[in-house]
C-alpha cells in the first residue's frame, strides 16, 4: 500500500499527506476528515516507519483494530482533523462541507508540523503531497492527487481514514448519551432501519441534517 507513496516521492515530494474522510452519507451528525504524515523522506530514499497495528482502510478495520491502531497512528504519527457539523452541512450542502473538513485538517496537520520542525510553511509548500481518498482535486495550495478507493490502495490514506473514522464514532457516541432514543452508538446516524423508525416515530433530533432526504420536510421536534 505504498505504490503511491513512493510515486509521489519520485516526483520530488518529501512530506506526504494522506488525506479521508468519515461521514458523507449520515443522516445525522458531522462530517470528519483526517489528514495525516506517517513520515518523512530523505532526498536519498523513501521511508515509512513500520506499524505495529494493522493501517488499513478504516471500513474493514473492527472497532478495536481500529482504536488501537488510532492511538498509535496519534502516537508516532503527525495528523489533524477537521470537524465541520450539521448545521455547516446544512447551510453549504455535503460535498462543499466535506472539502471545508479537509481543508481544515490539512490547515491543522501543516501548522502542526511546522512547529514540530520549526519551518515556514512557504519554505516547504512545495514539498508536499496530498494523497487524498476519492475524486477530490484542486481544492487545496498543495500537489494533490485523487485516488478512488485510497483507502485500500495507499497507506497514507488508510490512516487518515482511521483518525476520521475513530474521531466521527467518538462523536456520534456522545451523542448517543445526548439523545438515547436514535441509538446513534449502533449505526453513528447512517440510515439503517432503526434510525429510520425512530426519526418517524420521534421525528428528527437537534443534530440530524434537514437538508438529507427524507428530513428535509421535518421539524425538528426534540
Given at each position: 500500500?505504498?505504490?503511491?507513496?513512493?510515486?509521489?516521492?519520485?516526483?520530488?515530494?518529501?512530506?506526504i499527506?494522506?488525506?479521508?474522510?468519515?461521514?458523507?452519507?449520515?443522516?445525522?451528525?458531522?462530517?470528519?476528515?483526517?489528514?495525516?504524515?506517517?513520515?518523512?523522506?530523505?532526498?536519498?530514499?523513501?521511508?515509512?516507519?513500520?506499524?505495529?497495528?494493522?493501517?488499513?482502510?478504516?471500513?474493514?478495520?473492527?472497532?478495536?483494530?481500529?482504536?488501537?491502531?488510532?492511538?498509535?497512528?496519534?502516537?508516532?504519527?503527525?495528523?489533524?482533523?477537521?470537524?465541520?457539523?450539521?448545521?455547516?452541512?446544512?447551510?453549504?450542502?455535503?460535498?462543499?462541507?466535506?472539502?471545508?473538513?479537509?481543508?481544515?485538517?490539512?490547515?491543522?496537520?501543516?501548522?502542526?508540523?511546522?512547529?514540530?520542525?520549526?519551518?515556514?510553511?512557504?519554505?516547504i509548500?512545495?514539498?508536499?503531497?496530498?494523497?487524498?481518498?476519492?475524486?477530490?482535486?484542486?481544492?487545496?495550495?498543495?500537489?494533490?492527487?485523487?485516488?478512488?478507493?485510497?483507502?485500500?490502495?495507499?497507506?497514507?490514506?488508510a490512516?487518515?481514514?482511521?483518525?476520521?473514522?475513530?474521531?466521527?464514532?467518538?462523536?456520534?457516541?456522545?451523542?448517543?448519551?445526548?439523545?438515547?432514543?436514535?441509538?446513534?452508538?449502533?449505526?453513528?446516524?447512517y440510515?439503517?432501519?432503526?434510525?429510520?423508525?425512530?426519526?418517524?416515530?420521534?421525528?428528527?433530533?437537534?443534530?440530524?441534517?434537514?437538508?438529507?432526504?427524507?428530513?428535509?420536510?421535518?421539524?425538528?421536534?426534540?
Amino acid at each position: 500500500m505504498l505504490s503511491w507513496e513512493k510515486k509521489a516521492f519520485l516526483k520530488g515530494a518529501s512530506i506526504i499527506v494522506g488525506l479521508d474522510e468519515a461521514g458523507r452519507g449520515p443522516l445525522a451528525g458531522p462530517v470528519v476528515a483526517g489528514a495525516v504524515i506517517l513520515g518523512l523522506s530523505s532526498s536519498k530514499r523513501f521511508r515509512i516507519q513500520r506499524y505495529k497495528e494493522r493501517i488499513d482502510d478504516s471500513k474493514k478495520l473492527r472497532p478495536l483494530e481500529r482504536e488501537r491502531a488510532f492511538k498509535e497512528i496519534s502516537s508516532r504519527a503527525v495528523f489533524g482533523i477537521g470537524i465541520k457539523d450539521h448545521k455547516y452541512i446544512d447551510r453549504v450542502n455535503i460535498h462543499m462541507a466535506t472539502l471545508a473538513a479537509m481543508k481544515q485538517a490539512v490547515k491543522k496537520l501543516i501548522s502542526k508540523f511546522c512547529r514540530l520542525a520549526n519551518k515556514k510553511e512557504i519554505d516547504i509548500q512545495k514539498d508536499i503531497c496530498v494523497l487524498v481518498d476519492g475524486v477530490f482535486g484542486g481544492f487545496l495550495p498543495y500537489k494533490t492527487i485523487p485516488i478512488i478507493k485510497g483507502d485500500s490502495k495507499s497507506f497514507s490514506i488508510a490512516a487518515a481514514s482511521i483518525m476520521a473514522k475513530v474521531t466521527r464514532d467518538a462523536i456520534m457516541n456522545q451523542y448517543d448519551k445526548k439523545y438515547p432514543l436514535y441509538g446513534f452508538s449502533k449505526h453513528k446516524g447512517y440510515g439503517t432501519e432503526f434510525h429510520l423508525k425512530a426519526i418517524k416515530r420521534y421525528g428528527p433530533c437537534s443534530i440530524h441534517r434537514k437538508s438529507f432526504a427524507p428530513l428535509k420536510n421535518d421539524i425538528c421536534k426534540n
